[in-house]
């Protein structure tokens, strides 16, 4: 009779203990479960489609002139930064020299991306399209070499005159080979 109380104990405590196993397997579970939808509630968001609008590069090379003041004092670098440009006189602000290639900005808006990497950089691949009446998407794609450098990079383009309510997004997609 005796064994029989201390199995019939055994029994009830081993299925206690299954019983808690499973129950802390479960929370795990679910706790996985929660991470995995919040990480599903914070995807990459895939930058919306819109049709393709035409632009021309617009570059300094050949002048003596440099891009200058693209970075606040709170942020000298390392993070994107856009500038849309409607003025030569907001153009000479981020401009040293005088001999920059000219812009008729009664027809034109000067768009300008720049940061830095710490890689070289081996190619930067512009797209741009228009989302909406005021809305437009730049894409810059950058194609990063093996070289463990610091690099900076500016990107300019000039595209038909855009509203002052025209808003532009910055998407950008660094590719390391």
């Known amino acids: 009779m005796r064994m029989t109380k201390v199995f019939t104990f055994l029994l009830f405590l081993l299925m206690i203990t299954h019983v808690a196993c499973d129950g802390n397997n479960e929370s795990g579970q679910e706790i996985k479960k929660e991470e995995e939808q919040e990480q599903e509630q914070e995807p990459e968001k895939e930058p919306e489609k ?69 890689y070289g950089i081996a190619e930067i691949v512009n797209s741009l399209q228009e989302l909406s009446v005021s809305k437009y998407k730049w894409a810059i794609e950058i194609n990063l070499s093996d070289a463990t450098m610091i690099e900076n990079w500016v990107r300019a383009i000039l595209v038909d005159k855009l509203s002052k309510e025209s808003e532009v997004q910055l998407y950008i997609n660094t590719i390391r080979n």
């Open 50 to 118: 819109g049709v393709d609008v035409s632009f021309a590069e617009y570059t300094l090379e050949g002048t003596s002139c440099q891009w200058v003041n693209l970075h606040s004092e709170d942020d000298p670098g390392g993070h994107y930064n856009l500038l849309v440009i409607n003025s030569d006189e907001e153009l000479q602000k981020y401009i040293i020299g005088t001999d920059y290639p000219p812009v008729d900005f009664s027809k034109h808006t000067l768009l300008l991306a720049s940061s830095r990497t710490n």
